[in-house]
């Protein structure tokens, strides 16, 4: 099933970058926060993606909130995107599309590539805004317009 607006964030954690244990508690409460989903790291819509966030990061952490990135991609992997692109948020590890999964998030093209869709949730952990595209500059903007309605 999907996450629909108004739902909480589902209690899952993923190990980041680091090999660390991220548990999304830990930013529930806390602060807003963006998830992107992206099909893998190094291709170049994905890149494009996330430098457009690593560039845009500044006005993400202006309106309180935090970013984090998650693909199918190893944490090895992870920790070499984040080192090539001098990414400054965190990036998390789905092997086996457990959040995927519990996102809702599609595949696209016929079920080849792994789906692009970003999740906006207030401090609370409620989803408030969702957006789907395979379009990858386009979700920066979307993301920080929502955080913009939410102050």
Do not use: W
Request: glycine share 6%; proline share 5%.
């Amino acid at each position: 099933m999907a996450l629909k607006i108004g739902d909480s964030i589902p209690d899952i954690e993923l190990k980041d970058q680091n090999g660390d244990i991220f548990d999304f508690s830990s930013v529930k409460g806390v602060q807003p926060f963006v998830v992107y989903f992206y099909p893998k790291d190094f291709t170049p819509g994905c890149t494009k993606e996330a430098c457009s966030f690593r560039d845009k990061y500044e006005d993400f952490k202006e309106l309180g909130a935090e970013v984090i990135g998650i693909s199918s991609d190893s944490e090895e992997s992870h920790q070499k995107f984040v080192s090539k692109y001098n990414l400054p948020f965190v990036f998390l590890s789905d092997e086996d599309k457990k959040a995927r999964d519990l996102f809702g998030v599609k595949p696209n093209l016929l079920g080849m590539i792994p789906g692009r869709e970003t999740f906006v949730f207030d401090m609370q952990g409620i989803l408030r805004y969702k957006f789907n595209s395979m379009n990858a500059s386009r979700h920066i903007p979307e993301a920080l317009t929502a955080l913009e309605k939410m102050k």
